[in-house]
């Protein structure tokens, strides 16, 4: 997999080179950049940036699953997709309910894995969603319904409520499904892993 690094002054000019270059758009691909200052009394900078395009992070990360799922007995096939932003993986494996694991423990902690591996790899923090057997679409519904549930009761209360800690996925859903909910508002407190949201009244 190519990794696109460039050297600059300007990191808009850096991105824009970038996209000329390989005929692509800001959308298609993720980057992060460092910004050092240089020069008599730290008037320059020159800035750094590394970049991955997406289509072939989401290949990487197919591959890198396959090999974990092969380490584990199991054989998969995978459906991927980028949707704002998230990269999703639907996986159809030979013994679903293994890989799914109790309570959804297994299918998270494959998605840690794959997470901590790009971040330590690339410096890169995506979003990653693993679904098996439409279990987190399942359970995304049912979180949007508590969600709504609560934010109901916080609108007549006024009262705020604080939810369980959630993984920054599940969090997100709930901050989506709120975001046009009268009344209420939403917001993220605490440090990974304890990190969750707080319905407010607004």
């Known amino acids: ?72 007995g199991l054989t998969a096939n995978f459906e991927t997709k980028l949707r704002d932003d998230m990269i999703y993986i639907k996986i159809y494996s030979s013994n679903n309910p293994v890989l799914i694991g109790k309570s959804g423990n297994t299918l998270k902690s494959l998605e840690n894995i794959i997470k901590q591996h790009i ?17 987190r ?12 549930n609560l934010a109901k009761e916080v609108s007549k209360t006024n009262v705020e409520v604080h939810l369980e800690n959630m993984n920054a996925y599940d969090r997100r859903i709930v901050h989506n499904v709120l975001t046009e909910f009268k ?6 407190v605490g440090e990974e892993p304890n990190r969750h949201v707080v319905i407010k009244p607004e």
């Open 137 to 148: 679409e399942k359970q995304q519904k049912r979180l949007e319904r508590l969600a709504k």
């Open 1 to 72: 997999m190519e990794i696109i690094n460039r050297e600059g002054k300007e990191l808009e000019t850096i991105l824009k080179e970038i996209c000329e270059e390989y005929n692509i758009t800001r959308d298609d691909f993720y980057y992060k950049y460092t910004e050092t200052r240089t020069g008599l009394f730290n008037k320059n900078s020159m800035v750094s940036v590394n970049a991955i395009l997406k289509s072939e992070l989401i290949l990487y990360i197919k591959e890198y699953l396959e090999e974990l799922l092969t380490n584990m």
């Open 183 to 188: 009344g209420v508002t939403t917001t993220s």
């Open 119 to 135: 971040n330590t790899e690339f410096n890169l923090r995506p979003y990653i969603c693993l679904d098996i057997e439409n279990y």
